[in-house]
């Protein structure tokens, strides 16, 4: 038997083995709206049982109200001028806490003896409330801006630090001694290996850290604001108005689902390598 006959019956069993693609189903095309059925039907029954007077919705309002609130702050401009305060908020303690968190992150996971000195302090500053940085934050940096961002920071920052710390404590030792038996330099080392392994993990603590920036915002908001969507929501504490306070959760979940996804999206390009399991159904 040749060569080239041995190969082709190689790609033949390779091919006869491999699963066989079926075209997908029609609704697979619309598989992201089952992510609305449940907020949908949970909102479609609660109106029903207000109309049909099971439920008074004195403290927690139908969805026509919640809708209604939400359409007369847009129209006043008011809903764009918080949402817009909050997000310039989110955007730069993301930014700054992102970019600390992967400085010290690497700096400890690369080197045993900053690990040994620096996370020790860092895993119990890590267990300290976000509301017990307000006063210290507010001494420090008053009730500007400068606080807030601060605050936000501080939330966005751990989770960046644990991910990118805990991915390069997880590279296989294997697979940095091929790098190096190959006589690859540091800087390849670094771009072809060790960037693809810890690469899945940290864009895991980006995720983890937006989301935990858009909880540390309320916190901040708190701290004398005069506008954002935390300040929407003492407002309508104060004034016994819980259709705004809703408004405003609702649109905090809808911007923190929207700045994910598009993190998520953003994200892609760089794990196209990824040969990853992927559930049926």
Known sequence: MSVMDA?????????????????KPVWARFRFLLGFALPVALALGWEIAI????????LMPPPSR???TLYELAISGEL????VATLGRVGA?????????????AIAGASRLSRDVVDPSLQGLRSVPSI???PLFILWFGIYEQSKIALIAVGCFFPVYLGVLGAISAVDRKTVEVGRIFRLSTPALVRRILLPAILPAYIVSLRQGLGL?????????FMGASEGLGYLLTDGQQLGKP????????????????????LATASKPFLTWQDSFAPKG
């Open 243 to 262: 259709d705004q306070i809703l408004a405003a959760i609702l649109t905090f979940a809808v911007l923190g689902k929207i700045t994910d996804g598009l």
């Open 51 to 58: 109309r049909a007077g099971w439920a008074q919705g004195r």
């Open 80 to 83: 764009w001028r918080h949402i």
């Open 213 to 221: 920036g858009w909880m540390f915002v309320v916190a901040a908001e």
């Open 66 to 68: 919640l809708f209604a």
């Open 132 to 134: 017990a940085w307000v």
């Open 7 to 23: 190969i082709q019956q190689r790609d033949a069993a390779i091919e006869a083995a491999s699963p066989v693609s079926r075209p």
């Open 93 to 105: 303690g993301f930014a700054l806490g992102t970019v600390t968190g992967t400085i010290v992150g």
